[in-house]
Every structure is written in C-alpha cells, then in structure tokens.
C-alpha cells in the first residue's frame, strides 16, 4: 500500500481547497464509496516526481452539479481539458496543475480481463501457479499485470501532458489528443460489456447486470476482492458509456 494519503473530497467546495493547496494532482471521479485509486499509479509518479504529487478524489453521487458554481467549474475544465461540455464530469482521472485541468484519462480496465476472470478459476491460474503450487497466486500475478497496464496508460499519458508547453486547452493538437484517449477508453468500455457502440441503453444495462451476476464477488468468495474489484470496473465502462451520451 502507498504511503501517500488519497484525500475524499465530498464537495465541490473541499475539491477547490484542495486544488488551491497544491501544484500538480490527480483526482479520481467514482461513482462509488470506495476510491478504487491505482496504487500502482501512484508509485510511478512517486519514482518521477518524488512525492510532489498529490491525490484526491470524489464521488461523483454526492456532487450537486446543478448549482451554478459547480456548472462554471464543469465548462471549465471540459474546455481546458478538450472535451464537450457535459451536465457532470464523466469518471476517471483527472490531471490538475496550479487548479487547472491538464488531462483527463478514464483508466478504463483491458476487455480481456474478462478472459481472465472466466479462467483464473481453471487453467489461467493453475499455469502461473505451477511453480509455487498455488493457484491463488497465479491470479493475482493475472489481476497485477492487469492494473499495471492500466496504470502505465494514465502515466505515459499524464506524463506526457505535464512535459508539455503553455497552458491547457492552448493547442488543437493538445485537444485531439485528449480526444483519442477519450475515445480509445471509450471504446474499450463497450467492448468490455460486450456490446456494439450503437447499442441502445436498454442493451447496455442489461450487458452490465448479465456481467454483475456472472461474476459477482459473493460468488467467488477465495478470490472476493479481486472480483469485487471486476464489479467495479464493469460499473465504471457502463458509467462512462452513460456519461458519454449525456445531453450537453
């Protein structure tokens, strides 16, 4: 576990304290009670930046988004960041520097975690677990490689937009890029619930309650954290899917 403190955040207030109290931080978006914040994140930054980042996040359900404040805030960011504006920010990371926003990354999981999942019971994990004769550490090598690849992706890219000159929101070039990681994550939400990007709501939510119930931690209780962690990464692809189609 870091050492770093991951700081809750529970209104748009506290989230302004916050930015204003630090240089450079990443806050994480959930629509949950539970940050789920990379710890693998936050010992690549430890490396680079030795300890100058900080850490924070919200739950997006206890965020009242409809005060004009919070919709200033919103439009804001959105237009530093290079995205549309939306009603509510949709869930990930997001990338500050002196409170304002430099990058936004949804840190969506890898579809094939699925693959994973369905075999971590069977021959997945029984491969790498041949050499200490333990399964159960064969699936968490599995689930580690997992969050490491995810975590490597919200690095390279907030890395890179942290290197870079003048200030957010400054380049067409700096915004098509937002624009494809946005996208790219995106399309790794729909096909991690195993539906077509033209998929209609209905079919959407019925792909993630399918998903829930077929691997839903209670379930799986030798492994529990590690599906419930599966639960909550289904949540968030239909929770960024759902944001994505928010009317403006």
């Known amino acids: 576990m870091s050492e770093n ?27 949950s009670t539970q940050p789920n914040f990379s710890n693998s994140l936050i010992e690549l930054f430890g490396k680079q930046l030795k300890g100058k980042m900080s850490y924070g996040w919200i739950n997006l359900d206890e965020i009242d988004f409809n005060t004009v404040e919070a919709r200033l805030l919103i439009q804001k960011w959105m237009s530093q960041i290079g995205l549309r504006y939306r009603k509510r920010i949709p869930p990930g990371y997001y990338l500050f520097k002196n409170t304002d926003a430099f990058g936004y990354h949804p840190g969506t999981v890898d579809p094939q975690i699925q693959a994973l999942f369905t075999l971590v019971g069977g021959i997945g994990a029984i491969l790498v677990g041949l050499a200490s004769k333990d399964a159960s550490q064969g699936f968490d090598f599995f689930a580690k490689s997992f969050e490491m690849g995810q975590a490597a992706n919200v690095y390279g890219f907030f890395s890179k937009r942290l290197g870079q000159q003048g200030r957010p929101g400054s380049s067409e070039r700096r915004s098509r890029q937002q624009r494809q990681v946005y996208n790219d994550e995106l ?47 289904i949540n968030h692809a239909y929770e960024l899917i759902v944001n994505s189609r928010e009317s403006t």
């Open 5 to 31: 403190i991951i700081q809750q955040l529970r209104t748009i207030g506290d989230l302004l304290l916050f930015l204003g109290g630090h240089r450079v931080a990443i806050v994480k978006a959930v629509h």
């Open 187 to 233: 399309s790794k939400a729909y096909r991690l619930l195993g539906v077509p990007r033209n998929a209609s709501l209905t079919q959407i939510r019925r792909a993630r309650l399918d998903l829930l119930k077929k691997f839903h931690p209670d379930k799986n209780r030798d492994n529990f954290d590690k599906y419930n962690r599966l639960a909550q990464e």
